[in-house]
């Protein structure tokens, strides 16, 4: 091929990366979340070695002895568990500043 010019483009170069993910589809990257300790749940998660950020969450709330509260997630859980994870971020010690204008604090301690 002269240079500037490009192969015509194969719909097998396009699906063959996509079908691992395609096959993984129905799996999920398991949280178990205790509340009101959202942001240890999700560092605990996100550094299993199984975790995979390219699946979905699947959320579950247990109780302090680990027992499932019973609901299946199918979005609700989820969307529980991120809204009172961003609000422990936004409240953590790395944050300094007024509600609703922190900024990243730049202690090195």
Same mark, same amino acid.
């Given at each position: 091929?002269?240079?500037?010019? !490009?192969? +015509?483009?194969?719909?097998? &170069?396009?699906?063959?990366?996509?079908? /691992?993910? @395609?096959?993984?589809?129905?799996?999920?990257?398991?949280?178990?979340?205790?509340?009101?300790?959202?942001?240890?749940?999700?560092?605990?998660?996100?550094?299993?070695?199984? !975790?995979? +950020?390219?699946?979905?969450? &699947?959320?579950?709330?247990?109780?302090? /002895?680990? @027992?499932?509260?019973?609901?299946?997630?199918?979005?609700?859980?989820?969307?529980?568990?991120?809204?009172?994870?961003?609000?422990?971020?936004?409240?953590?010690?790395?944050?300094?500043? +007024?509600?609703?204008?922190?900024?990243?604090?730049?202690?090195?301690?």
């Amino acid at each position: 091929m002269l240079k500037g010019q !490009f192969r +015509p483009l194969d719909v097998k &170069d396009i699906l063959l990366p996509l079908q /691992d993910l @395609v096959l993984r589809m129905g799996q999920g990257s398991r949280v178990n979340a205790l509340r009101g300790e959202e942001l240890e749940c999700a560092a605990r998660a996100f550094n299993r070695s199984s !975790f995979d +950020p390219y699946l979905k969450l &699947d959320v579950v709330f247990v109780d302090g /002895d680990g @027992v499932a509260e019973g609901a299946v997630d199918e979005g609700g859980p989820t969307r529980e568990f991120c809204t009172l994870l961003i609000h422990q971020i936004q409240n953590h010690f790395v944050f300094e500043g +007024p509600e609703g204008n922190k900024t990243l604090a730049l202690n090195s301690v």
